[in-house]
């Protein structure tokens, strides 16, 4: 029998392996037809499926045992229920949201799915509701941080509430701002220096990265990355979360620093520090970005895990999509640290006609180094070759 709520009727729709009752999305859509997810009275984005089948498969690979998952943003409840559901080792999952609607949606979604006492609803402030739980002594073995816009405000938050060796899943949508694009924003919410590049999602990839490890330093804590997405409209990273002072200073050192630009010939590098300031190449004022992540991206265990278990999530609407990504990942975990580049930007600058990503990742790899194509940008490749060598490999996969 159809729900009505406020006079409007629910409709009822499948993701994953759980059913969801949602506001019509056909009543929310701009004039050009395209549904806008902030105009229903509690959001729902299936754009995100993708990004969200994504965090279930990175959240099942980390084996855990009678496990507690806050989702500190649950809009619909939909991840909660689908990490209580889909990944085996959650024993008990918390679904927050600080509006009323999405609340009272959320225990209908709990019991249209027969999850009462897995799943708890909660309505509070995000912030508040992590704290809260801390303080009762809850162990929360993961929090998923899922704003519509930039997950700073919740980072410290989520870094103290997770138990220690725990994991945190965050995603920005505010790809312009963490990406330079907007760099007054960027700076002023993730406090570093910005600029617009040719690799913009993976500028935003290490940007977010780089605030949340300093965020958690200020709490004496250290992260450790396991694995990413990018795509459209969003950045996503799961880490762990581990505490020691020592290691957090040695995660400072080691990991964080800037990425060197020159917007005139293209070359780059990561720098643990600001150094010379004209490029060694051209001559050109460089630009340097930064405080950000200039470690590892991914762990290697964990995506060779993703490929071998991925079969047993053929049943997702995304399988295809998080094949190719586990494909390049697995490719960039083999490498290390590598350093992004965009071929058609190089191109460009070189007078050349674009070859194909894959014609200079193969010339690269021929010469003895590591390279990899970038699942979120279709264009960029990543390697730990120096710049002169991926001008030339660019240059003869154009035949050049």
């Not at 293209?266 to 520090?273: I, L, N, Q």
Request: glycine share 8%; aromatic share 10%.
């Amino acid at each position: 029998m159809p729900v009505a709520v406020d006079g409007e009727e629910l409709k009822e729709l499948v993701e994953g392996k759980v059913r969801l009752l949602l506001y019509d999305l056909d009543r929310y859509r701009r004039p050009d037809g395209i549904y806008e997810p902030a105009w229903s009275p509690v959001f729902y984005n299936p754009a995100a499926t993708f990004s969200r089948d994504f965090s279930v498969l990175a959240v099942s690979l980390l084996d855990l045992r009678d496990a507690a998952v806050l989702d500190a943003l649950a809009g619909t409840g939909v991840r909660a229920l689908r990490y209580c559901v889909e990944v085996p080792g959650v024993a008990k999952c918390f679904a927050n949201d600080i509006d009323r609607r999405a609340y009272e949606l959320i225990v209908r979604n709990v019991a249209l799915n027969g999850l009462e006492g897995r799943v708890v609803a909660l309505n509070e402030d995000a912030n508040v509701a992590m704290y809260s739980l801390k303080r009762s002594g809850e162990r929360l073995d993961v929090i998923d941080v899922d704003p519509y816009g930039s997950p700073a405000p919740y980072l410290r938050a989520a870094s103290w509430a997770v138990r220690n060796g725990g994991y945190l899943g965050i995603t920005a949508t505010d790809v312009a701002s963490l990406s330079g694009a907007r760099p007054w924003a960027g700076s002023r919410r993730y406090w570093c220096q910005l600029t617009l590049t040719d690799v913009p999602k993976v500028v935003a990839l290490r940007v977010m990265l780089g605030y949340a490890a300093r965020v958690a330093a200020e709490l004496d804590r250290y992260v450790e990355p396991l694995t990413y997405a990018v795509y459209a409209h969003f950045i996503r990273v799961v880490y762990s979360v581990k505490k020691g002072a020592t290691a957090a200073d040695a995660m400072l050192s080691e990991s964080l620093g800037y990425m060197k630009y020159c917007g005139a010939c293209g070359f780059r590098e990561f720098a643990r520090s600001i150094e010379e300031m004209s490029c060694g190449v051209c001559g050109s004022r460089l630009a340097y970005l930064g405080p950000l992540w200039i470690g590892r991206l991914v762990s290697r265990e964990l995506v060779e895990r993703a490929v071998e278990r991925m079969p047993a999530f053929s049943y997702m609407s995304s399988a295809v999509k998080l094949s190719k990504l586990l494909e390049y990942q697995l490719a960039e975990a083999e490498g290390g640290v590598l350093v992004p580049y965009d071929v058609v930007s190089m191109s460009s600058r070189l007078r050349l006609n674009p070859p194909k990503v894959e014609r200079v990742v193969e010339c690269l790899r021929s010469l003895g180094y590591k390279a990899a194509r970038f699942f979120g940008a279709a264009t960029t490749l990543e390697t730990d070759a120096p710049y002169e060598d991926f001008v030339r490999c660019t240059r003869h996969a154009a035949g050049a």
